[in-house]
Nanobody, 119 residues
Framework: QVQLVESGGGLVQAGGSLRLSCAAS????????IGWFRQAPGKERELVAA????????TYADSVKGRFTISRDNPKNLVSLQMNSLKPEDTATYYC????????????WGQGTQVTVSS
């Protein structure tokens, strides 16, 4: 059974940085993509960034390109999201999730970590 545990959220001023981590366990992820999503109150959940475990190829939402970087640490089964130049509109609960390659949906989710950016 896949388990995902996020950490690293907190309160930061606009322009600051945070690094989120997602510790993944329960299986090997060679055939998976790992995504970071966020959801703010009253808004739809959105995919922020994703990485294909086997190749390291990445994709980003337009709203975070150039500011956020997703990476993975294979030996530690860890996926990180480095967030720089944070804006108040980045305030949300951030979740990591897994998607088996070939499937359309992310099926396993962590509990989330809160990121609050003050202006």
């Amino acid at each position: 059974q896949v388990q995902l545990v996020e950490s690293g959220g907190g309160l930061v001023q606009a322009g600051g940085s945070l690094r989120l981590s997602c510790a993944a366990s329960g299986r090997t992820f060679i055939n998976y993509a790992i995504g970071w999503f966020r959801q703010a109150p009253g808004k739809e959940r959105e995919l922020v960034a994703a990485i294909r475990w086997s190749t390291g190829s990445t994709t980003y939402a337009d709203s975070v390109k150039g500011r956020f970087t997703i990476s993975r640490d294979n030996p530690k089964n860890l996926v990180s999201l480095q967030m720089n130049s944070l804006k108040p509109e980045d305030t949300a609960t951030y979740y990591c999730a897994t998607r088996l390659l070939g499937e359309s949906e992310f099926s396993s989710w962590g509990q989330g970590t809160q990121v609050t950016v003050s202006s």
